[in-house]
């Protein structure tokens, strides 16, 4: 059973930081591309970061760059999101999406249920 699971989410200051987490199972997380996505209510959802699966190649949405880091465990099965100099706009439900395009059968596409993150002082 494929399972995605966020954590980290919570309540920060601006200016403050936080790290997300997206721990996996019931896939060979080393074969997919991780993203991560936000999403505000009524708003579409928009790609804040992205780390390939073979060589880790990396993007930042524009909103991101400069401030936050993608990471990935493959020993661990898990995606990280390093978030720094938090802005209230950054306030959003955080998900985590694993993709591959590559995989027999696939293309897979799995989602998590989201951690969220609030930006207020």
């Known amino acids: 059973q494929v399972q995605l699971a966020e954590s980290g989410g919570g309540l920060v200051q601006p200016g403050g930081s936080l790290r997300l987490s997206c721990a996996t199972s019931?896939?060979?997380?080393?074969?997919?591309?991780m993203t991560w996505y936000r999403q505000e209510p009524g708003k579409e959802r928009e790609l804040v970061a992205r780390?390939?699966?073979?060589?880790?190649?990396?993007e930042y949405g524009g909103s991101a760059a400069g401030r936050f880091t993608i990471s990935r465990d493959n020993a661990k099965n898990t995606l990280y999101l390093q978030m720094s100099s938090l802005k209230p706009e950054d306030t959003a439900t955080y998900y985590c999406n694993a993709w591959c395009g590559s995989c027999f059968k696939g293309p897979y596409d799995y989602w998590g249920q989201g951690t969220q993150v609030t930006v207020s002082s």
């Open positions: 019931g896939f060979t997380f080393s074969n997919y591309q």
């Open positions: 780390i390939g699966a073979s060589y880790g190649l990396i």
